[in-house]
C-alpha cells in the first residue's frame, strides 16, 4: 500500500487538544448517522473557547476522518487494531484520528499524545493510552494490495468498491484515478463576482486587502481563492455582496439557463429545486431588474435559507410563490435531488450512506419530478436539468427516460451558449458535464430539454 505525502501544515489550521475534541465528538455522531455538517455545527457550537484557527483544523479533522475512512480503518487492521475489535464507536474514532494525524499530518506521538491522552478527550472510552501510542509509532506494515486494480483504487482513495466499479465503467483509469484524488482532496473556496463582468475589478479589490485570489477561466465571473487564512470573509468585496460563495460547475449550470449567444434580461425563470438559493441569486442577476425569479423547493429549512440570502443582498426580482406558477416561466430551472457524488469533496460522509439501491430511487425520483415540471411548462419553455452527480443513472439516463416518455420534447445541445472554446472541456456530447480535476471543484451535470410550440 502506498502511504499518502502528509498535507501541508499551513493548510490545516492550529491543532489543539480542544479542536481534537471538537472532531472527534463530531466523527462519532456522523458515526452513528448524523450528517457530518450537522454534527460538527454542534460540536464547535458546545466547544468553548476555541480561536478561528482552532475551529478551522477541527473542521479540516472531522471531514478528513470521513474522507479516508477505509485507509485509516486498513492501516488498524494493519497495526492489530481492526474496526470490529474495537469496541465503543468512541474508540474507533479515537483510534482514526491517531491516525490520521500520523499518516495524513506526519506527526508523531509527541504532537497527537496531548491531543487525545487520558483523561479525554471524548467519554466513554475503553482503549488506553499506550494502545494510541503504538498505534501512532509502531511501523506501518506492507500490505497486500488487492489484485483489482478498482478494489486498490477504492482503498487508496477511500470508496466504496461499487461506486468506484460504477465510475470505472465511464472513465480511462487515468481519468478515474485523478477524478478520486480530486474528490479526495479539501476542496478550495470557489466564488462568483458580482455583477456579472467586474472580476478584474474584484480580484485587484481583494489584492489591496492581502487576499491572494486568481480568475478561474472555465466560468466568467468565477474566482478560487488561493489564500488559506479565509480572510476573505472580512473583505469589502464580501460584506458589500460583491462575491458569493459558489462552485464553478453551480456557475456553469446557470450559465447554460441562457439562451446560445444571448441574455436572460428580463426574462421570468423558475427555480423549481432552489436548495439554499445559490443558483437563484445568480440567475436573478442575470434576468436583471426588469426579469424575475420564481423560487420554491420541497424543503422548507432550505427554502428559508434562501430566503434569508435573499433578504441580507436586498435582491428585488426574487419571490417565493406557493405553488410555483411554472406555466408563466421562460426558462425552468430543475436541479433535482440527487446522489451528490459529484460534491463528495465537500461532504465526504456521504459516500458511506449511499447505495446502490439509493441510486435507483434518486432516478425514480428525479424522473417523475422531470414530468412533472414538463407537464406544467408552457410551449416554446426550456427546462434545463441539473444534478451534482456523476452517475449516468441520474444523468444521461433520465434525461432519455423522459424524452421517451414525452415526445413534445426536444435534446438541445449545451455547447453553442458556452461556446467552442470551453465547450470542449466542458461538454460530454450534448450535455454539461465538468468534473475534477479537469474543473475545479465538484462535478456536475446539466441538459437543455425544449418544449415544442405546438
Not at 468498491?161 to 465510475?167: C, G, N, P, S
Request: charged share 25%; hydrophobic share 45%; proline share 8%.
Amino acid at each position: 500500500m502506498l502511504w499518502p505525502t502528509p498535507m501541508d501544515p499551513a493548510l490545516m489550521g492550529r491543532p489543539s487538544r480542544r479542536a481534537a475534541t471538537a472532531a472527534i465528538e463530531a466523527h462519532v455522531a456522523v458515526l452513528r448517522g448524523e450528517p457530518l455538517k450537522a454534527s460538527l455545527a454542534t460540536a464547535l457550537r458546545e466547544a468553548e473557547g476555541l480561536g478561528g484557527q482552532e475551529r478551522r483544523f477541527a473542521a479540516l479533522a472531522v471531514r478528513e476522518l470521513s474522507r479516508h475512512q477505509r485507509l485509516l480503518d486498513a492501516a488498524a487492521r494493519a497495526l492489530g487494531h481492526p474496526p470490529g475489535k474495537v469496541g465503543l464507536t468512541e474508540d474507533q474514532a479515537l483510534v482514526r484520528y491517531a491516525l490520521w494525524r500520523r499518516i495524513f499530518c506526519g506527526e508523531g506521538w509527541a504532537r497527537i499524545g496531548p491531543e487525545v491522552r487520558l483523561p479525554g478527550p471524548v467519554r466513554p472510552r475503553t482503549i488506553k493510552d499506550d494502545l494510541l501510542a503504538g498505534v501512532v509509532e509502531k511501523p506501518l506494515p506492507d500490505m497486500p494490495l488487492p489484485e483489482s486494480a478498482t478494489e486498490r483504487l477504492a482503498m487508496r482513495y477511500s470508496f466504496p468498491t461499487w461506486l468506484v466499479e460504477r465510475l470505472a465503467a465511464l472513465h480511462t483509469p487515468p481519468i478515474l484515478e485523478a477524478l478520486l484524488a480530486a474528490l479526495d482532496e479539501e476542496p478550495a473556496l470557489h466564488f462568483r463576482v458580482r455583477p456579472s463582468g467586474t472580476r478584474d475589478e474584484v480580484l485587484a479589490r481583494l489584492t489591496e486587502e492581502g487576499v491572494a485570489a486568481e480568475a478561474v477561466a472555465l466560468a466568467p465571473d468565477a474566482v478560487r481563492i488561493a489564500d488559506s487564512s479565509h480572510r476573505v470573509f472580512e473583505t469589502r468585496a464580501m460584506k458589500t455582496g460583491r462575491l458569493q460563495v459558489q462552485d464553478v460547475g453551480s456557475q456553469l449550470i446557470a450559465e447554460v439557463c441562457r439562451p446560445p449567444g444571448g441574455s436572460l434580461e428580463g426574462r421570468t425563470v423558475a427555480d423549481v429545486c432552489a436548495g439554499a438559493g445559490g443558483k437563484t441569486l445568480a440567475l436573478a442577476d442575470m434576468v436583471g431588474s426588469a426579469g424575475r425569479v420564481l423560487a420554491g423547493d420541497r424543503s422548507r429549512r432550505r427554502l428559508a435559507q434562501a430566503r434569508e440570502r435573499v433578504r441580507e443582498l436586498s435582491v428585488r426580482n426574487v419571490a417565493f410563490p406557493h405553488p410555483l406558477p411554472l406555466s408563466e416561466a421562460d426558462v425552468l430551472l430543475v436541479d433535482a435531488p440527487c446522489s451528490g457524488t459529484g460534491s463528495l469533496g465537500r461532504e465526504p460522509d456521504q459516500k458511506w450512506k449511499l447505495t446502490a439501491k439509493a441510486i435507483s430511487e434518486f432516478q425514480a425520483t428525479q424522473l417523475t419530478l422531470l414530468e412533472e415540471v414538463g407537464r406544467e411548462a408552457r410551449p416554446g419553455a426550456l427546462i434545463v436539468y441539473a444534478t451534482c452527480s456523476l452517475l449516468p443513472e441520474e444523468n444521461d439516463e433520465v434525461v432519455r427516460g423522459f424524452l421517451a416518455k414525452a415526445p413534445g420534447f426536444t435534446l438541445e445541445p449545451v455547447a453553442p451558449v458556452l461556446g467552442a472554446e470551453r465547450a470542449e472541456a466542458l461538454c460530454d456530447g450534448p450535455f454539461l458535464r465538468p468534473i475534477p480535476p479537469r474543473v475545479p471543484g465538484g462535478g456536475f451535470f446539466a441538459a437543455r430539454l425544449r418544449k415544442s410550440e405546438g
